[in-house]
């Protein structure tokens, strides 16, 4: 069985389903809501929310998820739940189409791929972000929120060969 190079969003909206379980040449599609920016992901903590932790014996680090990360993430994993998707192991490489009645002025292309590669990895549909060997982004005007392919790279498609 092969697979389509690509499925645009026209034929997944026409109703047209991505396959996502692995074969030989597994590969993963998938729409999602449109991305917050990496500058809105996360947000010092109050004074407020060290105090209390504090009170509780316990230290806050870092910094805390935003409001409008966690809505997304929430809709975001629904979406990705609905797949029922299976782990691409090893090596990878993703295609992301944003859509582009998204866009806002001077709005930069890159600072939406961490929370993508980040919810991908939590939904265990790819085994670490660190191992997206290429990636490929651009805006698209027939897409609603954000578009997904991901393809294993040569070596682990030839991973998957040898073991099945």
Same mark, same amino acid.
């Given at each position: 069985m092969t697979l389509p190079a690509q499925m645009s969003a026209k034929e997944y909206?026409?109703?047209k389903k991505p396959i996502l379980h692995p074969t030989k040449r597994a590969k993963l599609c998938v729409g999602?809501?449109?991305?917050?920016?990496?500058?809105e992901l996360h947000r010092p903590r109050t004074a407020r929310e060290k105090d209390l932790a504090a009170k509780n014996g316990r230290k806050l680090r870092g910094q805390a998820r935003? =409001?409008?990360y966690n809505t997304w993430r929430n809709a975001a994993g629904w979406q990705l739940n609905k797949h @029922?998707? @299976?782990?691409i192991p090893g090596p990878f490489s993703i295609t992301i189409a944003y859509g582009l009645k998204n866009r806002k002025r001077g709005s $930069?292309?890159?600072n939406r791929i961490k929370?993508?590669?980040d919810i991908l990895q939590e939904h265990q549909a790819i085994e670490n972000d660190r191992l997206c060997e290429g990636i490929i982004a @651009?805006? $698209?005007? =027939?897409?609603e929120g954000c578009w997904v392919n991901i393809l294993p790279t040569?070596?682990?498609?030839?991973?998957?060969?040898m073991a099945g």
């Amino acid at each position: 069985m092969t697979l389509p190079a690509q499925m645009s969003a026209k034929e997944y909206r026409a109703g047209k389903k991505p396959i996502l379980h692995p074969t030989k040449r597994a590969k993963l599609c998938v729409g999602l809501p449109f991305p917050p920016s990496a500058n809105e992901l996360h947000r010092p903590r109050t004074a407020r929310e060290k105090d209390l932790a504090a009170k509780n014996g316990r230290k806050l680090r870092g910094q805390a998820r935003t =409001e409008r990360y966690n809505t997304w993430r929430n809709a975001a994993g629904w979406q990705l739940n609905k797949h @029922h998707l @299976h782990l691409i192991p090893g090596p990878f490489s993703i295609t992301i189409a944003y859509g582009l009645k998204n866009r806002k002025r001077g709005s $930069d292309l890159d600072n939406r791929i961490k929370a993508v590669l980040d919810i991908l990895q939590e939904h265990q549909a790819i085994e670490n972000d660190r191992l997206c060997e290429g990636i490929i982004a @651009h805006w $698209d005007e =027939e897409v609603e929120g954000c578009w997904v392919n991901i393809l294993p790279t040569k070596a682990t498609s030839e991973k998957w060969e040898m073991a099945g």
